[in-house]
């Protein structure tokens, strides 16, 4: 028998998949530029410029000409680049007046940013189960959600699938919501053909170093809402106003500036983007068509109303049943040992992290005692509300990175034949 590399055997595979970041020389001499320029920092508050307007000739701060030309490509008028896509997302808040007494809606299968931007405004972040088979926002569950307090919805396009939101929008637009796409993952995902951000009010991008386009930290605000844009890019400049003195400030904002060195490298990684997704779209596509014999390993479903996916995780839903009982944490362990290198996600539903157990937002209890609000949020309550998030996290998801979709179909052949080795020796595994 062909022993699991866990005990012993030889892995299927030793060569490694693609590395991350994939850079070259361009990076190398973009960031020889800046330094030489001596302009390290974003050196016009006020650009002056039109977002959608044409650039030649014009000597920009590259963080600026970033902001046009990232907001160009995920079909926004205006770009707000930012020190990272956690910042954003208060921005975001903060720009459309969310603040103490309002709810905001957001899944509980993300990240932590999601909700705790929400309390970074002293809202309250109000929790709802996503879809088993895409683990995007439920829409089906938003309305029981929705509260007098409620103010807006922050779908994330999780993994890099766009959620419904012809379904999400709608019911926004009934309820009079704002919608704040969170779309960490979405460089380059779209929903019906067009790319996701800023379908509703305003969406943010993080360009973390694990994202599929990186400058080791970075994020940016795209919306189609000039006063907006405004309002958060005072809100970057510590609340600075276009045209204003230098040292007057109009609003409570904060620094959340990029630095022109992040900025000319996320202008490299963004010509590489579009070919890049086609190429993970190609691997992602591929792959599923090959897991599809493998009991009990079932990819997330591509929704086709998600016309493009970046496919920043790949994720497998594991049921033990079909694998004799063994644990996804042992199943990982076995695959990561044959060369496939994968992950089972987050710990927690957010709201079943430390901080949320404790009630320990703000060392006063604000937002949740704060008298606006004036009840205190049962976030234990919320997992009998959410029980796909729960399997999600507990016992279900296997997350592949976006950079094992960069190479060959061949690397595709070896994560199937990974998975049906450790499957076909599940007994060793026990
Ligand atoms: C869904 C989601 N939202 C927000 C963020 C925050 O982005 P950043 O790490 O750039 O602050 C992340 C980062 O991983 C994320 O995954």
Same mark, same amino acid.
């Given at each position: 028998?062909?022993?699991?590399?866990?005990?012993?055997?030889?892995?299927?595979?030793?060569?490694?998949?693609?590395?991350?970041?994939?850079?070259?020389?361009?990076?190398?001499?973009?960031?020889?530029?800046?330094?030489?320029?001596?302009?390290?920092?974003?050196?016009?508050?006020?650009?002056?410029?039109?977002?959608?307007?044409?650039?030649?000739?014009?000597?920009?701060?590259?963080?600026?000409?970033?902001?046009?030309?990232?907001?160009?490509?995920?079909?926004?008028?205006?770009?707000?680049?930012?020190?990272?896509?956690?910042?954003?997302?208060?921005?975001?808040?903060?720009?459309?007046?969310?603040?103490?007494?309002?709810?905001?809606?957001?899944?509980?299968?993300?990240?932590?940013?999601?909700?705790?931007?929400?309390?970074?405004?002293?809202?309250?972040?109000?929790?709802?189960?996503?879809?088993?088979?895409?683990?995007?926002?439920?829409?089906?569950?938003?309305?029981?959600?929705?509260?007098?307090?409620?103010?807006?919805?922050?779908?994330?396009?999780?993994?890099?699938?766009?959620?419904?939101?012809?379904?999400?929008?709608?019911?926004?637009?009934?309820?009079?919501?704002?919608?704040?796409?969170?779309?960490?993952?979405?460089?380059?995902?779209?929903?019906?053909?067009?790319?996701?951000?800023?379908?509703?009010?305003?969406?943010?991008?993080?360009?973390?170093?694990?994202?599929?386009?990186?400058?080791?930290?970075?994020?940016?605000?795209?919306?189609?809402?000039?006063?907006?844009?405004?309002?958060?890019?005072?809100?970057?400049?510590?609340?600075?106003?276009?045209?204003?003195?230098?040292?007057?400030?109009?609003?409570?904002?904060?620094?959340?500036?990029?630095?022109?060195?992040?900025?000319?490298?996320?202008?490299?990684?963004?010509?590489?983007?579009?070919?890049?997704?086609?190429?993970?779209?190609?691997?992602?596509?591929?792959?599923?068509?090959?897991?599809?014999?493998?009991?009990?390993?079932?990819?997330?479903?591509?929704?086709?109303?998600?016309?493009?996916?970046?496919?920043?995780?790949?994720?497998?839903?594991?049921?033990?049943?079909?694998?004799?009982?063994?644990?996804?944490?042992?199943?990982?362990?076995?695959?990561?040992?044959?060369?496939?290198?994968? #992950?089972?996600?987050?710990?927690?539903?957010?709201?079943?992290?430390?901080?949320? #157990?404790?009630?320990?937002?703000?060392?006063?209890?604000?937002?949740?005692?704060?008298?606006?609000?004036?009840?205190?949020?049962?976030?234990? #309550?919320?997992?009998?509300?959410?029980?796909?998030?729960?399997?999600?996290?507990?016992?279900?998801?296997?997350?592949?990175?976006?950079?094992?979709?960069?190479?060959?179909?061949?690397?595709?052949?070896?994560?199937?034949? #990974?998975?049906?080795?450790?499957?076909?020796?599940?007994?060793?595994?026990?």
């Amino acid at each position: 028998m062909n022993q699991l590399a866990i005990n012993g055997g030889t892995p299927v595979r030793t060569r490694p998949f693609t590395e991350w970041p994939v850079h070259d020389e361009r990076e190398v001499e973009a960031i020889t530029e800046v330094t030489r320029s001596g302009k390290w920092w974003r050196f016009a508050y006020a650009s002056g410029v039109e977002l959608n307007e044409d650039l030649s000739g014009r000597d920009l701060s590259k963080v600026v000409q970033f902001g046009i030309e990232f907001a160009r490509f995920q079909d926004a008028r205006y770009g707000i680049a930012m020190a990272n896509g956690t910042g954003t997302l208060e921005v975001l808040l903060r720009a459309l007046g969310i603040g103490p007494g309002d709810e905001v809606i957001v899944p509980a299968y993300t990240y932590v940013a999601s909700a705790t931007a929400v309390l970074q405004v002293n809202a309250v972040p109000v929790f709802v189960d996503v879809q088993a088979d895409t683990y995007n926002l439920d829409p089906t569950l938003l309305e029981a959600a929705i509260t007098d307090r409620t103010r807006a919805i922050m779908p994330v396009h999780f993994g890099g699938q766009s959620c419904d939101m012809d379904a999400i929008l709608a019911i926004a637009h009934k309820h009079g919501l704002a919608v704040i796409e969170d779309a960490a993952h979405g460089h380059g995902s779209e929903w019906r053909g067009r790319k996701v951000g800023a379908l509703g009010e305003g969406g943010s991008f993080s360009f973390q170093a694990s994202k599929n386009m990186t400058a080791g930290e970075g994020g940016i605000v795209i919306t189609n809402d000039h006063d907006l844009a405004e309002k958060c890019d005072s809100l970057l400049w510590a609340g600075r106003k276009k045209g204003r003195p230098w040292y007057e400030f109009h609003q409570l904002g904060w620094n959340y500036r990029m630095t022109e060195f992040q900025a000319a490298i996320l202008l490299v990684q963004l010509q590489r983007l579009a070919e890049q997704n086609e190429r993970r779209m190609e691997n992602a596509r591929y792959l599923s068509q090959q897991l599809a014999g493998i009991v009990g390993i079932q990819p997330l479903r591509w929704d086709e109303r998600a016309t493009k996916h970046s496919f920043y995780l790949y994720i497998l839903r594991y049921d033990p049943a079909a694998f004799a009982g063994v644990p996804r944490t042992r199943f990982v362990e076995a695959l990561s040992a044959e060369g496939i290198p994968a #992950a089972t996600g987050y710990t927690f539903p957010v709201y079943a992290n430390p901080m949320f #157990a404790s009630q320990n937002f703000h060392g006063k209890g604000c937002p949740i005692t704060c008298p606006y609000y004036g009840k205190q949020v049962d976030y234990a #309550a919320f997992a009998a509300a959410c029980p796909v998030t729960e399997r999600a996290c507990y016992e279900e998801s296997i997350w592949l990175e976006h950079r094992l979709f960069l190479g060959e179909r061949k690397d595709m052949d070896d994560i199937v034949e #990974a998975i049906a080795k450790v499957k076909a020796n599940i007994g060793s595994l026990k």
